[in-house]
């Protein structure tokens, strides 16, 4: 039931544990009437295994779907396990240097991604990359290890913002803010009307207030800064990391006092029932939204504080990587040229009705206004960064959860909290 | 334990001329399980020994670094609140399941009609998995849930907090839960021990004119005193592994302040990646429980000799 997994688009909600029951269930249902689904062990040309942590049924049944087209195509053959999120989390190291690894994983691109490359894990995907020449620079970068090769393919990505319910706002009178000034002044409204203005799920996600931390960073410091600061090259005991707390504190006296005590999925519920005015969440917290109120959901981008910082965006981006050791590097390969390809992106993107973005630029994704307005904020981001966790790795996630959310309670002791995160920082780093 | 106990019988004097040719299949029933054990338990937890003085992400070969790992134990802020959350834990969760365990067996140890349904009712927790536990319990706390309905209902708003989020009731918040079973198990321990209690030395100490309060202070608690070592046994070992929970309902959150031993072993094992940091607690771990059970069944086994 552990929900620590910031850049996890889909998420077992609260039911968890009957969707578990049932994610048990129709696995081992699947199994029993075709063997592909089942897990196998990869031979030298044997199928190609996925491990994949998209255990949300929708995303679970999308991704089904793309190995099941794969298989009729005649290239190769693919089997899937899907394992439930968490437990994939912890085991992946585990199945990453185990001697016979699955083939290929559903993961995330940036740090996370480079930081098992440097210990030799992944496997070189240039080739594949040699036929993505279309993809967007900013994706290459991303999916390249630090000796230059590529070592990730992207799948999708989505983004974070500032979702809202327009009927609400027109209720309450407001626009959208674009500037720190006006986002306060939006916040001092609702407040005066009695809403908390801003809401947010702490209890049980606290990486989720990572995203505040992540975009006042890079909208005050700029996202260079920010990743020399998540990749250990800055301090967090930094005067410029104090200011962005310094922002944040403005903020504070405007959050939902009740966010502290409830998961992200509690504080969407809030949210779409007009318990709280807006929320800073990635769009992976509409897969719990009930369908009609899909199309009263808006979302401003993160307010700008200084116009002279280049524009930055959080777009996690996920995708696929593949172990080192895999007794079967070309059936591999072939299956990740597929999953880059424009009809598996779509069939995807299709079948999980997720709020996401193809990877690959010629796959159409859905043209929903929400998504429009997405594709176009990103579109028009000078630089993106991924999130806390992916920009920097899972185990420093805890330090910043105990330090953020410690900040939100006391902001008082912002210097002693600056300095713990520091130390906690270094331990990580130091391994 | 159960390995003395049954060595110790099989070699009584009269049975020395056989010991000498041992039957295999005794050697079978004491080698097999022992290879087992060896290779599922005491080889890994000789491992963890080893690993605690390793720095090691469980990705790369383990680098040995001396007793760094328990330098920095010293020092660390985190170590030594969880540590007293631990006692703390101890404390409240094993000394409230003791009193509340035995009384309820005191109360519900007479035969008398319906006396069954409150025992099943008390022993029902023990039957959920910690985790679903955790789920009611979340939603009993959580924010205008049935704790706060219940305070508005008597007038005492004030009081109302978010129970799982406040660093100052957090680990309260989480040890109600774990009481609420472990009250019902530690109960039928006691009523074991009371059933095995021979009437007649109550008789006895009511002829002697013994009052109910004399009967239980020098009858029924001396009497008890094998089911004791069992229950503090299991309390303090309950206590320590006391994991599920605790991480269920914060994840020894908020800002560490329901962290205990097992939860920060946990994420400095798993999420930290820092196995032979988290070797070195779970040593800790280890050492502390040794030393309270140690501690009791030494005094235990001299009381009796």
């Known amino acids: ?310 524009l930055a965006e959080e777009a996690p981006t996920d995708g696929f990587f593949a172990s080192a050791k895999t007794a079967n590097p070309t059936g591999t390969r072939a299956l990740l040229s597929y999953l880059s390809g424009v009809e598996a992106q779509e069939a995807y993107v299709k079948a999980s009705s997720g709020i996401v973005l193809p990877a690959n630029p010629k796959a159409k994704a859905s043209d929903s206004p929400l998504v429009v307005k997405g594709k176009a904020m990103l579109d028009e981001a000078k630089e993106l960064t991924q999130f806390f966790n992916r920009d920097s790795s899972d185990a420093l996630q805890p330090t910043a959860d105990t330090a953020l959310t410690k900040f939100i309670d006391k902001p008082d002791q912002i210097d002693a909290i600056l300095r713990e995160w520091q130390a906690g920082a270094e331990k990580v780093f130091k391994g | 334990m159960t390995a003395t106990i049954s060595t110790t019988s099989v070699t009584p004097t009269r049975r020395r001329r056989r010991s000498a040719r041992l039957s295999p299949l005794l050697v079978a029933f004491v080698l097999v399980p022992f290879a087992v054990e060896s290779i599922w338990v005491f080889w890994p937890a000789l491992q963890g020994f080893w690993f605690s003085l390793t720095r090691w992400d469980g990705m790369s070969s383990p680098a040995f670094v001396g007793t760094d790992n328990y330098v920095e134990l010293a020092g660390d802020a985190t170590f030594r609140g969880a540590l007293v959350n631990t006692v703390i834990w101890l404390v409240l969760f094993g000394g409230l399941s003791v009193l509340g365990g035995f009384g309820m067996a005191l109360v519900l140890q007479k035969e008398r009609r319906g006396v069954g349904f409150y025992r099943a009712a008390l022993f029902t927790p023990v039957v959920f998995s910690l985790v679903v536990t955790a789920l009611v319990w979340r939603v009993f706390y959580q924010p205008d849930g049935i704790a706060d309905t219940l305070l508005r209902a008597v007038g005492l708003e004030s009081l109302i907090r978010p129970w799982l989020a406040d660093p100052q009731t957090a680990l309260y918040a989480v040890i109600l839960p774990a009481l609420w079973r472990q009250i019902g198990y530690v109960m039928v321990l006691f009523l074991a021990g009371l059933k095995a209690i021979d009437p007649a030395l109550h008789e006895a100490a009511r002829m002697d004119g013994a009052n109910s309060w004399q009967r239980l202070r020098h009858v029924t608690i001396p009497q008890l005193k094998g089911v004791n070592a069992v229950v503090l046994s299991v309390i303090v070992i309950d206590s320590l592994r006391s994991f599920d929970i605790v991480w269920s309902l914060t994840k020894g959150g908020p800002y560490h302040s329901s962290e205990l031993l097992s939860t920060y072993m946990y994420s400095t094992a798993f999420q930290s990646l820092r196995l032979g940091y988290a070797s070195a607690i779970a040593v800790v771990i280890f050492v502390l429980a040794l030393a309270v059970i140690l501690g009791y069944l030494v005094r235990a086994f001299r009381e009796e000799a």
């Open chain 1, 1 to 310: 039931m552990s929900d620590f997994d910031p850049g996890r688009r889909r998420f077992l909600g609260h039911l968890g544990l009957a969707g578990l029951g049932a994610l048990g269930a129709s696995s081992f249902l699947s199994a029993c009437a075709s063997s592909a689904s089942g897990p196998t062990t990869s031979g030298g040309s044997g199928a190609v295994t996925i491990q994949s942590n998209l255990s949300s049924p929708q995303a679970k049944a999308a991704m089904e779907k793309l190995i099941e087209n794969f298989n009729a195509q005649g290239k190769g053959r693919a089997s899937l396990n899907t394992i439930a999120s968490e437990t994939f989390r912890t085991q992946l190291p585990t199945y990453l240097t185990s001697a016979n690894p699955p083939d290929l994983y559903t993961w995330y691109a940036g740090s996370v991604a480079n930081d098992y490359a440097s210990k030799n894990l992944l496997l070189d995907v240039s080739d594949v990359w040699k036929s993505l020449g279309d993809y967007p620079q900013s994706l290459r970068t991303l999916s390249t290890d630090a000796s230059g090769k590529q070592v990730f393919v992207p799948m999708n990505n989505y983004w974070w913002g500032f979702f809202y319910r327009k009927s609400n706002f027109a209720k309450w009178g407001v626009q959208e803010p674009k500037t720190w000034t006006e986002f306060l002044a939006v916040c001092e409204t609702l407040k005066s009307k009695g809403v908390p203005p801003i809401g947010i799920g702490l209890g049980d996600t606290p990486w989720v207030a990572s995203a505040w931390f992540d975009y006042l960073n890079i909208r005050i410091n700029g996202a260079p800064f920010h990743r020399e600061l998540l990749a250990g090259k800055q301090r967090f005991d930094d005067p410029k990391v104090k200011a962005v707390f310094t922002r944040w504190r403005e903020a504070l006296p405007y959050f939902d006092p009740k966010g502290k005590a409830y998961p992200f999925q509690e504080a969407t519920t809030a949210l779409l029932a007009g318990k709280t005015g807006m929320f800073l969440i990635g769009t992976f917290f509409a897969d719990a939204a009930p369908k009609d109120a899909l199309g009263d959901l808006d979302f401003f981008r993160f307010p700008i504080i200084d116009p002279a910082v280049p």
